[in-house]
């Protein structure tokens, strides 16, 4: 499948947003929110210290830590990666601002968002890392991948067409539709769950191992939740083969039956192992390329084309 410049940098740019994702994850697991108090410096520097005595005077030693500075500068270099690239992606989308203008006006979404969410990272950061702060962001960050899969999507519809009957794909948007509901659903609980560690974690300081206890009724639904999503997978599995669905889509399919069963198992082990950070990690990055290959689904349904056209 050739692509174009457009499309080459548009896959890179949602590849890249994913991949900030991890990076982000991986911040907050370590702890290193923080690791540089300022921004858009870090200690009142553009290239951060990599010892306390390189400190500015006005910063406290004893607070410094190394490892969580250079975690969170690399987080903001990405960060601003990131813009560049969705700025080329823009740019690149003036080519369909006459033969498909929905290309551009979502390409220039995703531009207008990533300036506000560079906006907010600075927030967070003044807020002191505030709980409602970081989910807002995370699902800020959601938003951004997915407008830049929609466009690309838009950008390559020709090449991923796929052909249903109206029936089948009345079906398979109504069960695809539901599973990124519930799917959904759970990120925002999941972020709800996860507040509440925060709280017990860094507010109230207790052990590790009593940290899931403080979730009470909240993670007791989000964990229920869970099964929702895997039933309404395997209804989607059961069409997909009863309705004779092409290859492309059964397979994209069985991608997201093994994402959920993933979360699933990711979740039970943060359960069983007192939450330790890279199954954190591994939990927030899945659940994102998760939602993104959801709403893939259901673009590729929603823009089929009627069998015998």
């Not at 690309?152 to 948007?173: C, G, H």
């Not at 560690?197 to 009724?217: H, M, S, Y």
Request: aromatic share 10%; net charge positive; with cysteine.
């Amino acid at each position: 499948m050739k692509l174009n410049l457009y499309q080459k940098t548009a896959i890179t740019t949602v590849i890249a947003t994913l991949v900030l994702i991890l990076i982000g994850g991986l911040v907050r697991a370590a702890g290193a929110g923080l690791g540089c108090p300022d921004w858009p410096q870090c200690f009142g520097m553009w290239i951060p210290p990599t010892s306390a005595s390189e400190l500015p005077s006005q910063y406290d030693a004893s607070l410094f830590n190394p490892i969580h500075t250079w975690l969170e500068y690399i987080n903001r270099l990405v960060g601003v990666l990131i813009g560049f690239l969705i700025t080329l992606t823009f740019i690149f989308s003036f080519r369909y601002r006459k033969t498909d203008p929905v290309v551009t006006i979502s390409s220039g979404a995703a531009f207008i968002l990533v300036l506000v969410q560079g906006w907010l990272g600075g927030q967070v950061v003044k807020s002191g890392l505030s709980a409602g702060m970081i989910t807002i962001h995370m699902i800020l960050a959601m938003i951004i991948v997915n407008t830049l899969l929609f466009a690309s999507f838009r950008a390559m519809n020709e090449k991923l067409a796929t052909v249903l009957t109206p029936q089948t794909k009345k079906i398979l948007m109504i069960v695809s539709g539901a599973i990124l509901f519930v799917t959904l659903v759970q990120l925002v609980l999941g972020t709800q769950v996860r507040e509440s560690i925060d709280v017990a974690k860094n507010v109230l300081g207790l052990p590790r191992e009593q940290w899931i206890d403080t979730t009470d009724l909240l993670y007791a639904v989000h964990r229920s939740f869970s099964w929702l999503v895997v039933i309404l997978s395997f209804v989607l599995l059961y069409f997909n083969k009863k309705r004779e669905v092409p290859g492309r889509l059964v397979k994209i399919g069985y991608a997201i039956f093994g994402l959920i069963i993933l979360q699933m198992l990711l979740g039970l082990g943060m359960e069983r192992l007192n939450i330790p950070g890279t199954l954190q990690l591994l939990h927030l990055v899945s659940v994102s390329v998760l939602i993104c290959i959801e709403f893939l689904f259901m673009l590729m349904v929603g823009f089929s084309r009627k069998a015998g056209a």
